[in-house]
């Protein structure tokens, strides 16, 4: 398994966020609220997590939902992943919307979501007449019909 350090500034009250197991792939951020926010179905709101990071060049921070408060509440996030660039220098912030028929509370340092850091490849694109001949071809958007 692969570790990279990366420096963070904590704004919050909350630790730090922590891999609970050791096959975590994720770590949970958590809500760093003033006051409650009361999120009424269909209704989404940014988080604050008080959280800064400084990413290394050739890494990026994805921010995806926790899967027990999407299934328990129908809270998750917008724009899932979301990406943090290691150029961003601004607070974490996470896009949290209600999906459920009942209001939901968001109470500080509750756990909103999960960030993963990963490496980044980037593409050098190749201009080209054809591309190469493949079993699927262009189906795509349920051709299989399953």
Same mark, same amino acid.
């Given at each position: 398994?692969?570790? !990279? &350090?990366? *420096?963070? #500034? *904590?704004?919050?009250?909350?630790?730090? +966020?922590?891999?609970?197991?050791?096959?975590?792939?994720? %770590? =949970?951020?958590?809500? *760093?609220? &003033?006051? +409650?926010?009361?999120? &009424?179905? %269909?209704?989404?709101?940014?988080?604050?997590? @008080?959280?800064? !990071?400084?990413? +290394?060049?050739?890494?990026?921070?994805?921010?995806?939902?926790?899967?027990?408060?999407?299934?328990?509440?129908?809270?998750?996030?917008?724009?899932?992943?979301?990406?943090? =660039?290691? =150029?961003?220098?601004? &607070?974490?912030?996470?896009?949290?919307? *209600?999906?459920?028929?009942?209001?939901? #509370?968001?109470?500080?340092?509750?756990?909103?979501?999960? #960030?993963?850091?990963?490496?980044?490849?980037?593409?050098?694109?190749?201009?080209?007449?054809?591309?190469?001949?493949?079993?699927?071809?262009?189906?795509?958007? @349920?051709?299989?019909?399953?």
């Amino acid at each position: 398994m692969q570790s !990279i &350090e990366i *420096n963070i #500034i *904590n704004n919050s009250t909350n630790p730090l +966020p922590v891999y609970e197991t050791i096959g975590s792939s994720g %770590m =949970d951020l958590k809500a *760093n609220l &003033e006051e +409650p926010v009361k999120l &009424e179905p %269909m209704q989404r709101a940014l988080i604050p997590t @008080g959280l800064f !990071i400084e990413l +290394p060049l050739g890494y990026e921070a994805q921010v995806r939902p926790r899967s027990g408060l999407a299934i328990k509440h129908g809270i998750t996030c917008l724009n899932s992943p979301g990406t943090i =660039d290691s =150029d961003y220098r601004g &607070e974490i912030k996470i896009i949290l919307v *209600n999906i459920s028929n009942e209001p939901f #509370i968001i109470q500080h340092g509750e756990r909103i979501a999960q #960030i993963i850091i990963q490496p980044v490849t980037k593409a050098i694109w190749q201009v080209v007449k054809v591309l190469s001949e493949s079993k699927r071809g262009e189906g795509g958007f @349920g051709h299989t019909g399953k």
